[in-house]
Structures are given as C-alpha cells and as structure tokens.
C-alpha cells in the first residue's frame, strides 16, 4: 500500500490505511474527529448498467493537485490533516474509487474539508474515467482541468460550508 | 526542436497513442503544438475549448512558450472521484 499520505494506486483501497495516514502514526488525542469519504463505482449511469470504470491518470500532474488540494485545505482549515487516495485501473461496481480521511480536532472542520477535497479532486485533478457497459464504452468527462479558476474553488467551497 | 505530446482519455482515442513526439518552431507555444495537432488529428479541433494543458507536469496555459524536449500534456475535461 502507499505510504504517503496523498497517492495513486492500482490496489484495492484501504479505508482504515487512509485514515492512518490522515492522523500520523501515533495519534495522541489532538484528533476528535476525523471525516472519511469513498467514492465507490455505481452499477447503473444514465440508464446504463456499468460493467467496470476504467481509470486512468496523469499520475505526476495528479499528485501535484492532490497537493495543490491539500494546500487549499491547510490555508482554510490549518487544523486539519488530510489523506487522499485514489485507485487508476479496472474498478468493479462497488469497488472504491477514491478515499480521503481529513482529521480535525473538531467534527465541524473535519466534514467541511472533507467535502471541499472532494469537490476539488473532481474539478482539477487530470484523472479520466471510461465507463463499459453493455454494448458500448463511453469516457465520462466532467471539469476542465482548471485549477486557476477562482470561481470553481468558491463552488467547491460552498458545497462545503452551505 | 522536438517535443513530446502526451493525449488522455478522448484525445489519446483520436490521437490513436497517449504519447508522440513532435517537431515544432523553436519559437512554439503550447497553442502552436496544438494546432500542429489538430491539424494531424481534425477531429480533436473543435475540443480545445474544453482543453486543459500541462508542460512538464506543470499546468500551464496555451501561451506557456515550450523548449526543446518539454513534455506538453493536452487535458480533457477530467473525471475522476
């Protein structure tokens, strides 16, 4: 498994791992709370059932907007810890995606972080998805890969903090 | 001066191959490498509003001027999470 606490990878994600990563190796009570999501691979999209999501990345541009990500995070919430991980390859219905834990001391900071890192990932960072279904293949796309955009981080923020 | 072009998703679809290398006018800009491209490839010109791009894994801009043996990366809109 990666050991950093903001990666790709091939392998199965795991939850417990990401949340290790988000709290250091020795958590000593600083954490109350820590917020975790896992994005997971739908069966049905637009009336079609999913066979599998191919995932592919620009893997040295997407770790750089993790970290990018990551900054947004510590200059809004500086007590937050975050960890985030997300799988590139073949994904099953089911299989987990993405994960990401942000540790806070309080529960407040945690969810909104959480949800910001989200929103972000799916704005700027270069990683695609081919959907297979039955009879056919589709890439899905979302947000142009466009990390300057002021107003695409306030969007972010909103689904935040309400 | 030669430069590497990596395509994602739909665009390495119709660029047929993720990774091509190119020569371009030593006095290039991304913009220049992608109309180099769309000219190669028609089918990804109506695409470039929608086109994010990276140089040596650095976002960048279509004015972002490129040196030889730089690494231009053309970004569809993304979709991971």
Same mark, same amino acid.
């Given at each position: 498994m990666p050991t950093t $606490? &903001?990666?790709l990878t091939v392998s199965p994600i795991e939850t417990a791992e990401v949340v290790r990563l988000a709290e250091g190796e020795s958590p000593d009570g600083q954490f109350g709370a820590v917020a975790t999501f896992i994005g997971t691979v739908r069966r049905e999209h637009l009336g079609r059932q999913v066979a599998y999501l191919e995932y592919e990345a620009y893997? $040295? &541009?997407a770790e750089k907007a993790l970290?990018?990500?990551?900054?947004?995070?510590?200059g809004q919430w500086p007590a937050v810890r975050l960890?985030?991980?997300?799988r590139t390859g073949r994904l099953a219905p089911g299989e987990a995606s993405i994960v990401i834990a942000a540790a806070s001391p309080h529960?407040?900071?945690a969810f909104q972080a959480c949800r910001y890192a989200i929103e972000r990932v799916k704005q700027i960072v270069p990683i695609w998805k081919r959907e297979v279904f039955a009879g056919g293949e589709a890439w899905v796309e979302g947000a142009p890969a466009d990390p300057s955009d002021e107003g695409a981080r306030q969007a972010a923020y909103r689904s935040a903090c309400g | 001066m030669r430069v590497t072009i990596r395509l994602f998703a739909r665009l390495r679809d119709l660029g047929g191959s993720g990774t091509l290398t190119r020569d371009v006018a030593d006095d290039a800009s991304v913009d220049t490498v992608w109309q180099a491209l769309a000219q190669e490839f028609p089918a990804v010109a109506p695409l470039r509003a929608s086109i994010a791009v990276a140089v040596n894994a650095e976002y960048a801009t279509f004015t972002t001027r490129v040196m030889d043996g730089d690494e231009v990366a053309f970004l569809p809109?993304?979709?991971g999470g």
């Open positions: $606490p &903001l990666s893997e $040295p &541009l970290g990018l990500i990551a900054g947004e995070v510590a960890a985030i991980q997300h529960r407040a900071e | 809109p993304v979709s």
